[in-house]
């Protein structure tokens, strides 16, 4: 044997390289029985359910029951001692049982999509009879990660908690799970626990019926001395000072993730500083709670910070949390990504909201934004004055949308001010505006001669909206000769009917991205708007 097989590291690092295919590491597996060891803990290192284990047993022990669109593991036969040694030893290699969806996806109906077949669950006769056997931590001894509802979101809620308890460990560094039918003074008790049990905590997500029912959050969480991330979908924003208060003891704390619930919020008072704050997610609560929230927080490294809110803000409301980061951010230097979208469940698209550039322009003073993106949340009436002093105060901006969905945007921005955005950004990757090109392109001019713009290779996606398209514009030709990498030309079909205005505008657009493909002989796929939409914002995924 090589001697470049006595070392691990070596091991590991060159079977990174196919990881990706099971069967590829089946096959390095059975080339040499060094190699074997290495690529089952690869293999095992991340379930997301214990279907696997229990089927590694013999065949003749279990036996897969179908009942429409759900399959359980049974037991046929009682393994045998010598036979539960085997699941154990696979068991040790797992490192994470973890949902492949999102937190919130676990706790809703599972649909079977056509290429996707989950594991099937496990019975809750096969569960005790393997934690009869060994206890969850004895059994899973090198697990860091655990999404609790992803595995056992079919027990009891007695039996999930009691069970639950069971897998807290020192060694666990992230964990998720539901209290949903749990009393409170249980709840508490296991927070209360975490400190002592499991000290390693890096990560906790908390959710009490998929957020739908408020969670008291206990100052133990500060006892928590590596916990940087923490998520609870339920906080009631009745009691949100108090909340903050308790959650600010956890002062390493990088990552916060806060679902709202409630219709009211309490006083306001001296802002509580979250010192190590990087992220901030909040969700489902109205803007003007987000707001309310937002100012009883200073931090002096936010970076990054998403607001999901429900029910129309009015331009006051957009006013008010606008100036909100300004009173909790301390240091401007720092934030770099602003996604704010409504996620009301039923819109009404008929209300106007105009959203005028005054109402932006404060966000000029975050001068390492790298990403602004305003979701569906009115209609915008920008400048080209605002165009302008865009390069020059977000210089590093790499995503910019302002984007009205089925709202109208007011054509006051021009495409000849799109066009000298895009171009003195020279980092701008993506462009969601609605423009007026209508009338002829201003372009700049040198020594008295018409000069094109120099060419600019960042941008890849655009975005128009419901822009107005006439020919004298030249939309296509100035595309095709400045941005000579754009990959995705979109806008939006029409959404407000067949009237004849609707109709013409989107012709144009389509008669303009035909002439910008024959311009460059190209053959793009044509994506649709919502996939060239989904934005990395919208995953809640540590």
Request: aromatic share 8%; proline share 8%.
């Given at each position: 044997m090589h001697r470049v097989f006595e070392c691990d590291d070596i091991i590991y690092a060159v079977l990174q390289h196919v990881k990706s295919s099971a069967t590829d590491l089946v096959n390095v597996a059975m080339t040499c029985s060094r190699l074997a060891d290495p690529v089952l803990n690869i293999l095992w290192s991340e379930q997301s359910s214990l279907a696997p284990l229990i089927m590694c047993l013999p065949q003749d022990t279990w036996e897969v029951t179908e009942n429409g669109v759900d399959h359980t593991v049974h037991f046929s036969r009682e393994p045998t001692p010598i036979e539960w040694e085997r699941l154990r030893m696979n068991a040790s290699r797992v490192r994470r049982l973890v949902s492949t969806h999102g937190f919130t996806d676990v706790l809703k109906p599972r649909r079977i999509e056509p290429s996707f077949i989950p594991d099937p669950d496990v019975s809750d006769h096969v569960l005790q009879r393997l934690f009869a056997w060994y206890r969850p931590a004895t059994l899973f001894p090198n697990l860091c990660e655990l999404h609790f509802e992803a595995v056992f979101g079919l027990l009891e809620h007695s039996s999930k908690f009691w069970l639950l308890r069971q897998f807290i460990?020192?060694?666990?560094?992230?964990?998720?799970?539901?209290?949903?039918?749990?009393?409170?003074?249980?709840?508490?008790?296991?927070?209360?626990?975490?400190?002592?049990?499991a000290h390693g905590l890096r990560q906790l997500t908390v959710s009490a019926g998929n957020g739908t029912t408020a969670l008291t959050v206990p100052s133990s969480l500060g006892k928590l001395p590596k916990l940087i991330g923490l998520a609870i979908f339920g906080i009631d924003v009745c009691l949100t000072r108090q909340t903050i208060a308790n959650i600010q003891q956890a002062r390493c704390l990088q990552s916060l993730k806060l679902k709202l619930c409630g219709t009211s919020c309490d006083a306001g008072g001296i802002p509580l500083e979250l010192p190590s704050l990087k992220t901030l997610y909040l969700s489902d609560g109205s803007l003007s709670q987000c707001t309310h929230l937002l100012r009883q927080v200073t931090t002096r490294q936010l970076s990054h910070i998403n607001i999901r809110y429900c029910g129309s803000a009015s331009p006051a409301e957009m006013t008010a949390f606008i100036e909100s980061l300004s009173t909790s951010c301390q240091t401007f230097g720092h934030l770099e990504r602003i996604y704010l979208v409504d996620e009301s469940t039923h819109?009404?698209?008929?209300?106007?909201?105009?959203?005028?550039?005054?109402?932006?322009?404060?966000?000029?003073?975050?001068?390492?934004?790298?990403?602004?993106?305003f979701i569906g949340v009115g209609n915008f009436n920008l400048d080209d004055?605002?165009?302008?002093?865009?390069?020059?105060?977000?210089?590093?901006?790499?995503?910019?949308k302002f984007t009205s969905w089925k709202r109208r945007a007011f054509y006051s921005v021009t495409?000849?001010?799109?066009?000298?955005?895009?171009?003195?950004?020279?980092?701008?990757?993506?462009?969601?505006?609605?423009?007026?090109?209508?009338?002829?392109?201003?372009?700049?001019?040198?020594?008295?001669?018409?000069e094109l713009w120099p060419t600019q290779t960042a941008l890849r996606n655009l975005h128009l909206g419901y822009s107005?398209?006439?020919?004298?514009?030249?939309?296509?030709?100035?595309?095709?000769?400045?941005?000579?990498?754009l990959l995705n030309f979109k806008w939006y079909a029409c959404h407000f009917g067949d009237s004849d205005v609707d109709i013409a505008m989107e012709s144009a657009l389509y008669d303009a991205?035909?002439?910008?493909?024959?311009?460059?002989?190209?053959?793009?796929?044509d994506d649709s708007d919502e996939r060239w939409e989904k934005d990395s914002d919208d995953s809640w995924a540590w």
């Open positions: 460990s020192p060694g666990l560094q992230a964990l998720r799970f539901d209290v949903t039918g749990i009393p409170t003074h249980e709840v508490e008790q296991l927070l209360a626990a975490l400190p002592a049990e819109p009404d698209y008929l209300l106007v909201i105009p959203l005028s550039s005054e109402i932006f322009r404060p966000l000029f003073k975050f001068n390492r934004l790298s990403s602004v993106k004055g605002f165009l302008n002093d865009v390069p020059v105060a977000w210089p590093s901006i790499c995503e910019l495409f000849t001010a799109m066009m000298s955005l895009a171009l003195r950004c020279r980092s701008l990757q993506t462009l969601h505006l609605t423009v007026d090109a209508t009338q002829s392109t201003t372009i700049p001019r040198a020594d008295g001669t018409e107005e398209v006439s020919e004298v514009a030249r939309v296509p030709y100035f595309l095709a000769e400045v941005f000579p990498t991205s035909q002439q910008l493909r024959a311009l460059r002989n190209s053959t793009d796929d």
